[in-house]
Nanobody
Framework: QVQLVESGGGLVQSGGSLRLSCAAS????????MGWFRQAPGKEREFVAA????????WYADSVKGRFTVSRVNAKNTVYLDLNSLKPEDTATYYC????????????????WGQGTQVTVSS
């Protein structure tokens, strides 16, 4: 059974930092691009960042570019998302997922989602 488990969320003050982890089991991630999405209450789930299978290519939403960094350690079967200079508008549940095919920016291109980890940024 393929599973993704996100961790590392929490409550942080504006301007603070967090590191989110996404650990995979039941499937090796090294052949897949991986993505991070987030969903705030009452809003659609939106793309945050993605990373190619090798880690050589990365993609970011404009709203997080320069503040968030996606990385991966294939030997650990884990993908990371470093969140810096956090803002209250970054408050959301953050999800990771395996990329299948299609636009890297669209959630329909991804499958096998984790359960999410909550990030709350206080002002």
């Amino acid at each position: 059974q393929v599973q993704l488990v996100e961790s590392g969320g929490g409550l942080v003050q504006s301007g603070g930092s967090l590191r989110l982890s996404c650990a995979a089991s039941g499937r090796i991630i090294s052949s897949n691009a991986m993505g991070w999405f987030r969903q705030a209450p009452g809003k659609e789930r939106e793309f945050v960042a993605a990373i190619s299978s090798s880690g050589f290519n990365t993609w970011y939403a404009d709203s997080v570019k320069g503040r968030f960094t996606v990385s991966r350690v294939n030997a650990k079967n884990t993908v990371y998302l470093d969140l810096n200079s956090l803002k209250p508008e970054d408050t959301a549940t953050y999800y990771c997922a395996f990329y299948n095919r299609g636009s890297i920016y669209e959630q329909e291109s991804f499958g096998t989602w984790g359960q999410g980890t909550q990030v709350t940024v206080s002002s």
